[in-house]
């Protein structure tokens, strides 16, 4: 294993990479039991403190990981709240496969709200630029108003964004369902606040200290399943904007586009119209850790248009009440 | 460095073996530099995304500013226009050596509440000071709750020492003036460090232009903070949720300190019911053991009537419920807290109602030393308060049980946090 022994002397002008070849964070196992153990505290007192919580599901492998660790907090009792999925239409078919079966294999009741009702029931209008990401708000607020959900689990890291390495575990949204990051309650030790008044609600985040990586050598560790994309597998894709999008009938493709077939990977799964794959070999968890723990960029600066909009496009989607 | 192969699986161990994780905190006052100190620690350890560096960049570019490393964790918008922190950011990277979480925190008096937030979770707090200035009020009020927050590793980090022209007598003066702070505020000998984090000397790498400074480099010191002692206190468990399942029924939380094995002779409290813990199970199945930090299902022979809100700790050494608790208060409220009023306090997984006694001496920022009591406590600060609570509280000293002797103060409306305390503990006689 190489290390970062020596790495050179960066300047203020000319700011070094971290040597190629370098591994990014060598982690012991035993901090991957402490951060499973603090991620099952959190959602033990999401069942303690709230009455009507919800787990978002989409079958990414962040929300597979927060489903895995609720069994095993809760266990042998049933899984003390139903899973959420606010689908954009636009998803990938073999995900929502996976989705439904993961369900059904935890025994757990499966909700699914649909941005296509949203945009026919008139309640948001579809983008010029087709994407449905942003669209999504609308369509998760409406369900949190219809259940009367008093929490929402997520399994934002707050390592994927600016924005989100401010958030809190036990976040507050209003009766607006907004964030409001200059009014963020002090969270103090591990006493997750949960309390609020009718109508508002918490977001609840038990991965909040676990990295990219973390996650990758965690679901390695335990061999848990996720959808077969994320290996490395042949695929018609495109290119656009540095992107590798899937071919499908959610992406038209733009004059100067063209299909070709290459052998590529998923780091983080979404829309089909915004998550690019990435180039990869890495057909299975070790080859999948080790490419993760060498990669030089972020997940989400390497496959989310949505993300790349502007500087806080993150934190404008999160005051709305994003996820 | 051991614990690290038997607990695969089983997570068995109970110790946080030395080079683990180290929780970071940087603190001081605004503009003294420390979201460009975090900012260089991830950037001269290598630990930026090429995405994000090239973010960085372009949004120097864009400014005329050149590379600010501050925008590294001052990602809000609000920050970034003002060129303030506003909230605590977390990031994380690992060196060789150690796994570290950085926690960036505001200094402004304002959002105070906030850094308190990132201080409570930390091993290792950098208290940065700006040798042009010296300690001020905010040094002196984010010192003086580093050490009510216990926070075990305290670092004084002089910066901008390239705008001092390296001079040692100008370090020297802001190292004499903290030194007799600690000694106030009881911090144990705390390391001192000259950097300049804008230019990098002395926080990855060590200085060329301070050859009179014999310490190492900031993050060589991080990386040899000792990890916590073995513990040898003994054992609390708040239950958060009880487990019913058929014959199964476990009183799952985590344990907060100590070690607790089947067999183990325990009592609930506040509600007095005594039992023998039967198993122990933990994610990864039966425990022969666990310790502070594993979250778990208790089971006990006996069919006890425990719900949330109830602590779990050995008979022979429990903490005696009491109604009266008095502890250390950082109040973060606009509106002043009074004797006489009433409020919410949550301890442990128990929230119960509770009025105010007594506020007693304030911390003065100005002096560090003692402001005689008011009638009121208020935004931002820190005293002894009495409060008399509805139900019974088995409350630890913070000292020695910082999970079982802290609690907040809530809003009784609408559920704001409005304070946090750190209690005195009680007299054991009784």
Known sequence: MTTLAEPPRPTLAEPSPRPPGTLRAPVRDGHLNDLRDEAIH??????????????LFSGGKDSVLVLHLALLAFRPAPLPFPLLHVDTGHNFPEVLAFRDAAAERAGARLLVARVQDSIDAGRVRERPDGLRNPLQTVTLLDAVAEHRFDALIGGARRDEDRARAKERIFSLRDEFGQWDPRRQRPELWQLYNGRHLPGEHLRVFPLSNWTELDVWRYLAREDVALPALYRAHRRRVLRRDGMWLPESPHVPLRAGERVEERLVRYRTVGDVTCTGAVESSAADYPAIVTEV?????????????DDRVGQAAMEDRKREGYF | MTGETNDLMTGTTTDRPAGTLLRVVAAGS????KSTLIGRL??????????????????????????????????????REQGITIDVAYRYFATPRRSFVLIDTPGHVQYTRNMVTGASTADAALLLVDVRTGLTDQTRRHAALVAALGVRHVLLVVNKMDLAD????????????????????GLAAPAVVPVSAATGDNVVEPSTAMPWYPGGPLLARLEECAAAPADDRPARLPVQVVLRAGEYRGYAGRIESGVLRPGDEVVALPSGGRGRIAAIDDAGGELAEAGAGRSVVVRLHEDLDISRGELLAPAADAPRPTRDLTGTVCWFSPRPLRVGDRLLVRHG???TR????????????ATAGRLPGAAELELNALAEVTLRTMAELPV?????????????????HDGDTLGAGMARGQDRAA
């Open chain 2, 30 to 33: 605004v503009d003294d530099g």
């Open chain 2, 396 to 412: 630890d000293a913070y000292r020695q049980h910082r999970a079982t002797g802290a609690f907040l103060l809530l809003d009784e």
């Open chain 1, 293 to 305: 723990a060498l990669s030089r960029t972020t997940e989400r600066g390497a496959t989310r248009a």
């Open chain 1, 42 to 55: 959190v959602l033990r007192e999401v069942a303690g403190q709230f009455d009507r919580p919800a787990l």
């Open chain 2, 166 to 185: 390296w001079a040692e007598p100008a370090y020297r003066a802001v190292e004499r003036e903290f030194g007799a702070l600690a000694e106030r505020l």
């Open chain 2, 354 to 365: 509770a009025v105010v006694r007594a506020i007693g001496d304030r911390f003065d920022p």
């Open chain 2, 349 to 351: 997984t128990q929230v």
């Open chain 2, 42 to 79: 991830l950037h001269d350890s290598c630990a930026v995304p090429d995405d994000q560096l090239a973010a960085l960049l372009a949004a120097g570019h864009e400014r005329g500013t050149g590379l600010d490393l501050s925008l590294l964790t001052d990602g809000l918008r609000a920050e």
